[in-house]
């Protein structure tokens, strides 16, 4: 067993082999030594995923020294690997490189195709979209070069649909760039001209952005010139190859394009008709030359063609034959089907007899043995898709036993843990129907509170109003008798009795301005109700300063508390308290506004939040709103929220304010 710590060294030491692997700058046998060591060491962790991924690492690795038979026997292997671990994405990426080995190295058109349709149907499950994209282009390309345009078509839409669905990624540029040049050639061969024209501009719009986007500017702009050249508009297409024949860097770059280009020109040109034969000759023979001199086969076949159609036009039937004999035998050699059925036609009527007769029997057999080949890869592509679709009904149906397995498993568990929840919400309601009878204690108790409040707050004004009457009646009388009578002694002789007198009416005044003071003070009431809003104002201070929230509390002095019944205070408290507590568990607001004002007769209590706000057309089954409505249908008011989705909660009551009882007591 390996424990965490050494386990922890070995992936460090994976993880560097692999990087070592991937180092272009050393040797092939350095990087295959390093991806293979990497392996080794995953097999010791026993840790399946990290050998799949050193597994498909060395495959990889294969690919880019050049070791296709070894890179192909690795993705075998590990697309076996990926089916024994259930591993989906893998085996859609081991498909998908062994549909690029296929199509790519080993020329197996129908092994190539299988693979992809393979990888194309995981990646679909998997909604992995960007490399379903690339398999449907990958799929797309195969067809049209089988000669199934449609097929072809409609891949390579539904690919560039997704590509432009999706949110940017790595490739997205690139890929999108194959997939509208893939369709731009697909619907050239359809005769579909004008689409192929707007699907080669768009190609060449994304040149602009992408690596690489000049050289892939310029296989557009061939691309577009041949399309405006089938279309007819020979003016359009010859512009076009004008504009690339004078770009300096395609003759240094790369020189067998140019001579490809240079040969397309010189056809256009000779298709428009009204040329100089001789500078025309000369155009198709430099061509020829060059492709000639770099032994690059395509081209020559191209500007051999050309030539020989052009000889044929001007009457110059020897080198005509020259040409179609030469473009007959490099067509063979490659061979391009295509332009061997234009060779053969072309010697056909160039030669005479026996050899003419020879040469059109031979392009009638290829003629009907390339349209047989035509149909059997349709039918091919239409059974592997076949047999694709059964193994994949195979698989299903043992998804769907597991499925049904699981379902049952799971069912007998959902039944234990009903069996659980049930007693556990027993126990639950006995606890809330426990704390429903305290919190209804607790509203006794200081309903009971209010009221003994009241009394003593009465019995508190009738004495004070006493003793006031009494201060004012009584002793402030006297003194102002005995005030008056020292201030008329006063004028007896003696000046030492003159300021003692005056001394003691200082004194006798002062005792009858505090009195005065005291008897005013005893005789103003309380504000009426402001005990109610102290304790309103220490529940929104407690409450807020334990819930973290800032808050604005405004409310009038124009109601009186006193005359409005306990209940309807008990129920104004409780539905502040229960706001707050909500705000809190569900708004995540920062702040709160309450206000309690009286407009026309009514008590208006508005509370105000900026937190996330709710749906109020899916949120009223709350246990706290129900609370609240309940509260205020109990005083005969009425409650309305209004709340959006991330724009904060406003709660408005309003609550009928009777004061017929209340009486003057200045």
């Known amino acids: 067993m390996i424990f965490s710590q050494e386990k922890n060294k070995l992936l460090d030491s994976i993880f ?177 001209y004008e689409q192929s024209i707007d699907y080669h501009n768009q190609a060449l719009e994304v040149t602009k952005i992408i690596d690489d986007g000049e050289s892939k500017a310029l296989q557009s702009l061939n691309n577009l010139a041949f399309a405006y050249r089938e279309k007819g508009d020979l003016d359009k297409s010859l512009e076009i190859f004008v504009e690339l024949l004078q770009n300096d860097e395609l003759k240094e770059n790369d020189i067998t394009f140019y001579a490809l280009i240079l040969s397309n020109y010189a056809f256009t040109k000779f298709l428009k008709g009204n040329y100089n034969y001789k500078s025309l000759e000369n155009d198709f023979q430099r061509a020829l030359k060059i492709a000639d001199s770099i032994d690059d086969s395509y081209t020559k076949l191209a500007a051999s063609i050309d030539l020989a159609k052009f000889y044929k036009a001007n009457d110059k039937l020897g080198a005509a034959l020259k040409y179609s004999k030469k473009s007959y035998r490099i067509s063979k050699d490659i061979p391009i089907n295509d332009l061997l059925l234009e060779s053969m036609l072309l010697l056909s009527d160039l030669t005479k007899g026996e050899e003419s007769k020879k040469y059109l029997n031979e392009h009638i057999k290829l003629s009907d043995s390339l349209l047989k080949v035509e149909r059997a890869v349709r039918n091919k592509f239409a059974r592997i898709e076949y047999e694709t679709d059964q193994l994949e009904a195979e698989n299903e149906q043992i998804s769907k036993e597991n499925f049904y397995l699981l379902i049952l498993s799971a069912g007998l568990l959902l039944t234990a843990v009903l069996v659980y929840l049930v007693i556990s919400q027993r126990a639950k309601n006995r606890k809330l129907k426990l704390i429903q009878v305290q919190q209804k204690a607790n509203e006794d108790i200081y309903n009971l509170m209010l009221s003994q409040q009241d009394k003593v707050d009465e019995a508190r004004t009738l004495e004070k109003k006493r003793i006031s009457e009494e201060l004012h009646d009584g002793v402030l009388g006297r003194l102002f008798g005995t005030r008056l009578s020292l201030d008329s002694i006063n004028f007896k002789d003696g000046k030492e009795a003159m300021v003692t007198r005056a001394s003691y009416i200082d004194q006798l005044k002062t005792i009858e301005e505090d009195i005065r003071k005291i008897s005013h003070e005893l005789n103003t009431d309380f504000v009426s109700g402001s005990g109610f809003m102290d304790i309103v104002s220490e529940l929104i201070e407690n409450q807020t300063q334990a819930y973290g929230l800032t808050y604005k509390f405004d409310y009038t002095d124009d109601i009186s508390w006193d005359f409005v019944s306990n209940k309807t205070k008990i ?91 209340r009486h003057d007591m200045s």
Do not use: W
């Open 571 to 661: 129920n104004i408290y409780r539905i502040i308290q229960e706001s707050m507590q909500n705000i809190y568990k569900h708004a995540n607001a920062k702040a709160i506004k309450i206000s309690i004002s009286i407009e026309k007769n009514v008590i208006c209590l508005e509370i105000i939040d900026d937190g996330e706000g709710f749906d109020t057309s899916k949120s009223k089954k709350g246990i706290g709103l129900k609370n609240m409505t309940s509260r205020v249908d109990e005083i005969n008011g009425k409650i309305t929220f209004t709340s959006q989705s991330g724009n904060g909660t406003t709660v408005n009551v309003k609550i009928p304010y009777n004061n017929q009882s």
């Open 16 to 192: 560097l082999l692999r990087e070592n692997s991937k180092n272009p700058s050393l040797s092939k046998e350095e990087r295959i030594d390093y991806a293979e060591k990497a392996v080794q060491l995953s097999l010791k962790i026993k840790s399946d995923s990290t050998v799949l991924k050193s597994e498909r690492n060395l495959s990889y690795v294969y690919l880019l020294t050049g070791e296709y038979d070894l890179f192909r026997d690795a993705t075998l292997k590990n697309l076996l690997f990926a089916k024994k671990l259930n591993d989906s994405s893998a085996i859609a990426t081991s498909s998908s490189n062994l549909g690029f080995y296929y199509y790519q190295i080993d020329d197996n058109i129908s092994e190539s195709y299988g693979y992809y349709l393979q990888a194309l149907k995981y990646y679909d499950a998997l909604n992995i979209l960007n490399e379903k994209a690339a398999v449907l282009t990958a799929l797309a390309t195969i067809q049209d070069d089988e000669k199934d345009y449609l097929g072809s078509e409609q891949n390579a839409i539904e690919a560039l649909k997704i590509i432009n669905s999706l949110d940017a990624y790595k490739t997205q540029n690139i890929d999108k760039y194959y997939a509208y040049n893939l369709l731009g050639l697909v619907s050239l061969k359809l005769e579909n």
